[in-house]
């Protein structure tokens, strides 16, 4: 098998930007990821193992119970440290030795005096990421002493390029809900303009925020209940860590109260507005009460950013029209069966089988060699296979014919 190395104008390296959505909808303290709900298993209430509205971060627990089945993984031994336990789930776990291999949420000291040599060290595939709300009321001091405001403070400065809506003086703003999105969710930032938040009550749409401006700011742009307050600005997002921040205070329906917890844990009774918006998704205190009148929507879409190769792989002409394969001799013939003597070797000639066709049975038409290219495989610098590309059709590759292969690789 012949190995070509690639030209100059063989390989071309690019990056797709590609953009996925992403929705989630709160109602009475409950959270719907793209629509989805409760997906029951024959083991689990939830086949994916992870809370309605969660992303699973592995996949690998799928309908899996987790109850000990009093048998170990490997040998077992007399130390019940270190003994690998069935669990009934999948889970990593590596043993304390010379090498000192732990994982990296594990601290030094932690494993320096908790674990002895030989002992099991486990970790959890039963990970998951949704939406996280805090609630900041006045006296938390969210641009002030709190230290989640002064975290994102450099950030809010630095967003302030797009607008004064960023600015926030110290103290300035008493309230501010604070919505989370893992970066699971939207890859390496949010979509400019691609943001809204829709709020309902009782089923019909209350008022609606959107980055219409594609600065960050969100602005209420219709309002069902509150007409008054559109194109006022009731907070704004930082697309690049995620984080959404809600000031907007003014009522959207001043018949409708409900009852929210601060970052203190201490209970708010208030008319509803932004500040109020996705209560119950997994709000900092997880004991925040919901109300059945109200229901939330968060759309975006995210930025993922794919390296790409591209690659010709060419089969010049005069080139690549032999093969082993069997099928590429006339059959009846011995192949591989040579003379030897005590002073010679010689190899039988093989006919090549003629499948080009011809207006007459006989003569024949004309000899020419003939292949069928299925599979071009990539090998590195060091001549190791590191990809095969399966071609769906076989080609038809004959000695006057020149043929290039476009394959293409996302990293």
């Known amino acids: 098998m012949p190995l070509?190395?690639?030209?100059?104008?063989?390989?071309?390296?690019?990056?797709?930007?590609a953009h996925p959505s992403s929705s989630f909808f709160v109602y009475n303290g409950k959270?719907?990821?793209?629509?989805?709900a409760t997906e029951p298993g024959a083991n689990v209430s939830n086949v994916g193992g992870v809370p309605t509205g969660h992303v699973s971060l592995y996949e690998m627990?799928?309908?899996?119970?987790?109850?000990?089945?009093?048998?170990?993984?490997?040998?077992?031994?007399?130390?019940?440290?270190?003994?690998?336990?069935?669990?009934?789930?999948?889970?990593?776990?590596?043993?304390?030795?010379?090498?000192?291999?732990?994982?990296?949420?594990?601290?030094?000291?932690?494993?320096?005096?908790?674990?002895?040599?030989g002992d099991v060290i486990t970790g959890s595939y039963q990970m998951s990421a949704s939406i996280v709300r805090t609630f900041y009321d006045s006296g938390d001091g969210f641009f002030g002493s709190?230290?989640?405001?002064?975290?994102?403070?450099?950030?809010?400065?630095?967003?302030?390029?797009?607008?004064?809506?960023?600015?926030?003086?110290?103290?300035?703003?008493?309230?501010?809900?604070?919505?989370?999105?893992?970066s699971i969710f939207y890859g390496s930032e949010i979509k400019k303009g691609s943001v809204a938040l829709d709020l309902y009550i009782t089923g019909t749409l209350a008022a609606r925020l959107t980055d219409k401006f594609y600065?960050?700011?969100?602005?209420?742009?219709?309002?069902?209940?509150?007409?008054?307050?559109?194109?006022?600005?009731?907070g704004v997002v930082l697309y690049n860590e995620g984080l959404i921040l809600l000031t907007g205070s003014w009522a959207l329906d001043a018949t409708l109260e409900l009852e929210d917890r601060n970052y203190l844990g201490t209970?708010?009774?208030?008319?509803?507005?932004?500040?109020?918006?996705?209560?119950?998704?997994?709000?900092?205190?997880?004991?925040?009460?919901?109300?059945?009148?109200?229901?939330?929507?968060?759309?975006?879409?995210?930025?993922?950013?794919?390296?790409?190769?591209?690659?010709?792989?060419?089969?010049?002409?005069g080139e690549l029209n032999f093969t082993n394969n069997p099928t590429y001799i006339e059959h009846g013939q011995i192949p591989y069966h040579p003379t030897t003597g005590s002073n010679f070797y010689k190899e039988q000639p093989l006919t090549i089988k003629n499948i080009h066709s011809s207006s007459y049975t006989d003569p024949t038409g004309s000899?020419?060699?003939?292949?069928?290219?299925?599979?071009?495989g990539i090998y590195d610098e060091d001549k190791k296979l590191i990809g095969i590309a399966s071609i769906a059709k076989p080609v038809k590759k004959l000695e006057d014919r020149d043929l290039t292969f476009k394959l293409k690789l996302d990293m």
């Open 4 to 17: 070509y190395k690639f030209g100059a104008g063989d390989v071309f390296y690019n990056q797709i930007k």
């Open 31 to 36: 959270i719907y990821y793209n629509d989805k």
């Open 61 to 117: 627990n799928v309908d899996r119970v987790a109850a000990s089945t009093g048998r170990f993984i490997g040998g077992s031994s007399s130390i019940s440290g270190e003994n690998v336990d069935d669990t009934g789930l999948i889970y990593p776990f590596v043993y304390k030795g010379f090498d000192k291999v732990a994982f990296k949420t594990i601290k030094r000291r932690n494993f320096v005096h908790d674990y002895s040599d």
């Open 146 to 182: 709190n230290l989640t405001g002064s975290a994102i403070k450099n950030s809010l400065d630095y967003a302030a390029r797009l607008g004064q809506h960023y600015i926030f003086a110290s103290g300035a703003t008493d309230v501010v809900n604070l919505i989370d999105i893992p």
């Open 215 to 234: 600065n960050g700011a969100l602005v209420q742009e219709s309002g069902t209940y509150a007409a008054a307050n559109d194109d006022q600005i009731a």
């Open 267 to 317: 209970d708010i009774v208030s008319d509803i507005s932004w500040k109020h918006f996705a209560l119950g998704a997994n709000s900092f205190y997880s004991a925040s009460v919901s109300n059945s009148s109200a229901s939330y929507s968060l759309n975006f879409a995210g930025t993922n950013k794919i390296p790409t190769v591209t690659m010709l792989a060419n089969a010049n002409r």
């Open 367 to 376: 000899l020419k060699k003939t292949t069928y290219i299925t599979k071009i």
